[in-house]
């Protein structure tokens, strides 16, 4: 079983930029696929990005180009780089693992991935 923590979250101003980590520890990352997602207070669960054991990265399509996902095999972590922030962008933001593993399939939605961690905040200002 896999348990992952997210942090790096915070306060930035729109136009700003933060990296987000998830520590993942119990599992090696490299053996899996893993997620990110974010959560607005009263919308649901989004898609933001993944990363396969073969580093193999894809995004939400309204994303791409401002966020990069990455993994550090040696260091079991994943990270979410993410500028040119909006307000919009403003979630609690969650890095999850996929639960069939790396099948070749790109999967986007939240019941594919399990072992949630406890999320980290971002908030962007206007």
């Known amino acids: 079983q896999v348990q992952l923590v997210e942090s790096g979250g915070g306060l930035v101003e729109a136009g700003g930029s933060l990296r987000l980590s998830c520590a993942a520890s119990g599992r090696p990352i490299s053996s899996t696929v893993l997620g990110w997602f974010r959560q607005a207070p009263g919308k649901e669960r989004e898609f933001v990005a993944g990363?396969?054991?073969?580093?193999?990265?894809y995004y939400a399509e309204s994303l791409k180009g401002r966020f990069t996902i990455s993994g550090d095999n040696a260091k079991n972590t994943v990270y979410l780089q993410m500028n040119s922030l909006k307000p919009e962008d403003t979630a609690v933001y969650h890095c999850a693992v996929a639960i069939r593993g790396d099948t070749g399939n790109y999967y986007r939605s939240a019941t594919d991935f399990a072992s949630w961690g406890q999320g980290t905040q971002v908030t962007v200002s206007s």
């Open positions: 990363i396969t054991w073969r580093q193999r990265t």
